[in-house]
T-cell receptor, first 116, second 117 residues
Framework: AQTVTQSQPEMSVQEAETVTLSCTYD???????LFWYKQPPSRQMILVIR??????QNATENRFSVNFQKAAKSFSLKISDSQLGDAAMYFC?????????????FGKGTKLSVKP | DTAVSQTPKYLVTQMGNDKSIKCEQN?????MYWYKQDSKKFLKIMFS???????INETVPNRFSPKSPDKAHLNLHINSLELGDSAVYFC????????????????FGPGTRLTVL
């Protein structure tokens, strides 16, 4: 079974600085998707960024980028120029590429605080 | 327009009661999911339905019974509520099950916070 591990329960960053959130996962599949979701206090789950395992290029979305290391099964999220609105829980998630189950498998989350 | 909606957003009830949470999506998706987020914020899949058929049932007590009257709705009924059922329940939807080269994003509802007293 696939598992996702986030080893940092909490992180803190100064506004305008850069922070990196860690995620490792375990799977025997060669093709899969990886995601970072943001959950602000409003509870809404917001997709931040997605990475397809078959793509070597790291995904980037504005201030958010990932460092995808397939051999190491590592998938970290870098937030540049941190803003107060980035404060939230961040969840790393995995999804199979094929098969008959499309559900997401989540890590336990990292609570990010942004200091003004 | 809300893509995935859940009602109610908050539900407070006594132990032993039976309650339902409703979920509707207007995205035309054929697959819907229920996830549970516990007090430690851990999110885990409970059920998924594809074209009204149950695909995943992740060792959830049989007090929980999902019902999908049509592809746009997936309701969650909980019998004999227990203290441990207190959590936030998220509904989500996507088009299709498998990812493949044309990935279809899962859209989440706003969540229902269930508190069992």
């Amino acid at each position: 079974a696939q598992t996702v591990t986030q080893s940092q329960p909490e992180m803190s960053v100064q506004e305008a600085e850069t922070v990196t959130l860690s995620c490792t996962y375990d799977t025997s599949e060669s093709d899969y998707y990886l995601f970072w979701y943001k959950q602000p206090p409003s509870r809404q789950m917001i997709l931040v960024i997605r990475q397809e395992a078959y793509k070597q290029q790291n995904a980037t979305e504005n201030r958010f980028s990932v460092n995808f290391q397939k051999a190491a099964k590592s998938f970290s999220l870098k937030i540049s120029d941190s803003q107060l609105g980035d404060a939230a829980m961040y969840f790393c998630a995995y999804r199979n590429y094929g098969g008959s189950q499309g559900n997401l498998i989540f890590g336990k989350g990292t609570k990010l605080s942004v200091k003004p | 327009d809300t893509a995935v909606s859940q009602t109610p957003k908050y539900l407070v009830t006594q132990m032993g009661n039976d309650k339902s949470i409703k979920c509707e999506q207007n995205l035309g998706h054929d697959t819907m999911y229920w996830y549970k987020q516990d007090s430690k914020k851990f999110l885990k899949i409970m059920f998924s339905y594809n074209n009204k058929e149950l695909i995943i049932n992740e060792t959830v007590p049989n007090r929980f019974s999902p019902k999908s009257p049509d592809k746009a709705h997936l309701n969650l009924h909980i019998n004999s509520l227990e203290l441990g059922d207190s959590a936030v329940y998220f509904c989500a939807s996507s088009q299709g099950l498998a990812g493949g080269p044309n990935y279809n994003e899962q859209f989440f509802g706003p969540g229902t916070r269930l508190t069992v007293l």
